[in-house]
């Protein structure tokens, strides 16, 4: 869930997560569940991919993850295209 508002794009995958039974998934997650108080670029994705695999969980939910090109070349090069994306505009 991509939105220039981290207020809605929280609301959205939040929902969309409680409604399908996944985990949601943000920057502050990865930090948390890895003790890091800095995530470096190159390591994202491999923290993301660790993270999922230690949760059991039917569906994950990104928030404003990816949100660089270098993330998404790196996110699609480990998980491949993504089944959805939610892509909020704000006017």
Do not use: W
């Amino acid at each position: 869930v991509n939105s220039l508002s981290p207020v809605l794009s929280a609301q959205q995958a939040k929902q969309l997560a409680a409604s399908y039974g996944g985990t949601m998934v943000t920057m502050e997650t990865l930090m948390s569940a890895t003790a890091t108080s800095e995530l470096e670029s190159s390591k994202e994705v491999a923290m993301l991919k660790q993270y999922i695999q230690s949760v059991s969980s039917p569906l994950v939910v990104l928030q404003n993850f990816p949100s660089v090109d270098s993330q998404a070349h790196s996110f699609l090069e480990a998980f491949g295209s993504p089944k959805v994306v939610l892509d909020i505009e704000c006017d």
